[in-house]
């Protein structure tokens, strides 16, 4: 069964960059039929997409987020990461990472809270 | 990209069934077969529940189900039960310049 694991840095201050590594296990991140995505949740609010990426390098972002993040696949490692910069106290969230096929997030990791504080 | 509209409560009694709806426009769910219906306890990760309209991924129970007509998604949980109280949220392939996906704003569904 595939898993995957959410980790970074739980604070992150203004205007720096939040930074966060997915770990799959189970299954390769090769695949050439899964998308690797970033979604968030902030506190009290619904579900938004980020991103995903596939291992040949194609990236599909949100429109609004887009100049701001940057998705990028480790094989190596089977990892992906998510970078998203110059972050206010509005990017505060738990941030999931998920497998995705066809823009369906299958599989997801369980979050981890990530806030935007001084 | 505004998030697709869905109603942010919707309640039944054990055993009714109730239908929460996701509207969107012909960019994302009136264009594309691609909705999908996830389940939130919260604490916990998102479940898929539906993908493509409505297919049922393994292992989830025939109670839930999936509809589409024209830019509304719908789904439907059939014979409610406890545990079924969560918050439910659809999400769509859309594509204006960019593909990307969109979610429903999400719906919490409590069971009187």
């Known amino acids: 069964q595939l898993q995957l694991q959410e980790s970074g840095p739980g604070l992150v201050k203004p205007s720096e960059t939040l930074s966060l590594t997915c770990t799959v296990s189970g299954g390769s991140i090769s695949s050439s039929d899964h998308h690797w995505a970033w979604i968030r949740q902030p506190p009290g609010k619904g579900l938004e997409w980020i991103g995903s990426m596939h291992y040949t390098g194609a990236t599909y972002y949100k429109p609004s987020l887009k100049s701001r993040v940057a998705i990028s696949v480790d094989p190596s490692k089977n990892q992906f990461s998510l970078r998203l910069s110059a972050v206010t106290a509005a990017d505060t969230a738990v941030y999931y990472c998920?497998?995705?096929?066809?823009?369906?997030?299958?599989?997801w990791g369980q979050g981890t809270l990530v806030t935007v504080s001084s | 990209q505004s998030a697709l509209t869905q109603p942010p409560s919707a309640s039944g009694s054990p055993g009714q069934s109730v239908t929460i709806s996701c509207t969107g426009t012909s960019s994302d769910v009136g264009g594309y077969k691609y909705v999908s219906w996830y389940q939130h306890h919260p604490g916990k990760a998102p479940k898929l529940i539906i993908y493509?309209?409505?297919k049922r991924p393994s292992g989830v129970p025939d109670r839930f189900s999936g509809s589409k007509s024209g830019n509304t998604a719908s789904l439907t949980v059939s014979g409610l039960q406890a545990e079924d109280e969560a918050d439910y949220y659809c999400s769509s392939h859309a594509v204006t310049i960019n593909a990307y996906v969109i979610f429903g704003g999400g719906t919490k569904l409590t069971v009187l």
């Open positions: 998920t497998r995705d096929r066809t823009s369906t997030n299958i599989d």
């Open positions: 493509e309209v409505n």
